[in-house]
């Protein structure tokens, strides 16, 4: 065994030691929910301890996942129902290690419901479909499933329970999905007084049915012209939106009508996209009443979603604002215009040839100063 030569042991000598010392609460750290709990806050962050624990259904969907992340990246624990192993994996890596806990849970089975929410001080129902499969009709998912949760919630006394429902909630429309989602909000506030309502208009951002469905080439046939009108929102903007109100106590048994800052029609957007992937996509109109019974047959004869009925009746819908709810304005937060983010999301649906060119409004201003305006009063 080598020993230490005597200048090696007068470096150590000299070295500097460092005494960890353990962090200090103040009573500024400490906030106390709705029903009186305790919470330690503390500066966030994704390594840090403390904080709220946090219940996402529906948290493998396509919003599910910015409200995963968001929470998770501030040090609360998250726990994440799953039905499927593969649909689950990549929201592990949302926060640190630990941080995110997945639960396997039946929405029919009411014991793993309790088990995924007895320990949480807020709770998000995001779960939703916009078609029926074998197992689970809209009517389950939406409104049985929701009053099974809020049963739970109502049980163990959870501080804030957030209902993500549906622009166009309407006990009245013509639409199944419209007409459960609206359904679902009236149960969550009868069992659940305190329980906040969130309205999401069509969302955008990565892995979207919005602009990805209109640059791909499968959507090829339409209903209604694409004439219907509705302001899209970004993803991560909602997500914001929802880490505020979950935060947010005061906001309990309000009503959130999350839009945009413009109002589109499908066209519109259909021309954007075509216009920052340098293509034009062909969009064939069908009637409804010829389209409906083929998707209907469709939906029995193979095993992957192909769109249902009811889907063609959404997109014949404009969508309406509730006037009385609040906004992106109550909550301090800008939304974004999609204009400005369709570069973002839609340049892997350029040809090579086509691949570098800067986003469409940034050539629109190029192309521009190549002319000479000149004004009739001078």
């Not at 519109?268 to 340098?278: F, G, K």
């Not at 014949?316 to 709810?325: E, G, H, M, R, T």
């Amino acid at each position: 065994m080598r020993t230490p030569t005597a200048a090696t042991a007068a470096l150590r000598v000299s070295r500097p030691t460092f005494k960890a010392t353990p962090q200090k609460r103040n009573l500024q750290d400490i906030a106390i929910t709705r029903t009186g709990k305790p919470i330690i806050r503390g500066q966030g962050g994704r390594s840090s301890l403390g904080g709220h624990t946090v219940t996402v259904f529906g948290a493998t969907g396509f919003l599910g996942r910015y409200v995963v992340n968001r929470f998770a990246r501030s040090g609360c624990q998250v726990i994440v129902p799953f039905r499927e192993e593969m649909a689950k994996r990549h929201l592990k890596v949302t926060g640190d290690l630990g941080r995110v806990s997945f639960l396997e849970y039946d929405l029919r089975n009411t014991q793993s419901l309790e088990e995924s929410v007895r320990h949480s001080d807020i709770v998000f129902n995001m779960v939703g479909r916009t078609y029926p499969t074998k197992n689970f009709s809209l009517f389950d998912v939406h409104v049985e499933g929701t009053e099974r949760i809020v049963e739970a919630v109502a049980k163990y006394d959870v501080d804030r329970y957030i209902q993500v429902s549906s622009y166009n909630a309407d006990e009245n429309s013509p639409s199944e999905f419209f007409r459960t989602k609206a359904q679902a909000e009236k149960v969550a506030r009868q069992l659940f007084p305190e329980t906040t309502i969130v309205r999401p208009a069509p969302c955008f951002g990565f892995e979207d049915k919005l602009l990805h469905k209109l640059a791909g080439t499968t959507n090829l046939f339409t209903v209604n012209n694409m004439m219907e009108r509705f302001n899209p929102v970004h993803a991560i903007d909602v997500g914001a939106a929802l880490e505020k109100i979950g935060y947010d106590d005061t906001t309990a048994g309000e009503t959130f009508e999350l839009f945009g800052p413009t109002n589109y029609s499908m066209a519109e957007i259909a021309t954007i996209v075509d216009r920052e992937i340098v293509n034009r996509r062909r969009h064939i109109n069908l009637p409804k009443r010829l389209f409906a019974p083929i998707l209907n047959v469709l939906n029995k004869a193979v095993w992957w979603p192909v769109g249902s009925a009811d889907e063609l009746e959404m997109e014949s819908l404009d969508q309406v604002i509730d006037k009385n709810a609040k906004t992106f304005a109550d909550l301090g937060i800008e939304p974004a215009e999609i204009q400005d983010l369709t570069f973002h999301y839609l340049q892997d649906y350029r040809a090579s040839s086509y691949y570098e060119l800067p986003p469409a409004t940034a050539r629109e201003k190029t192309d521009e100063k190549k002319y000479l305006h000149v004004l009739d009063d001078q």
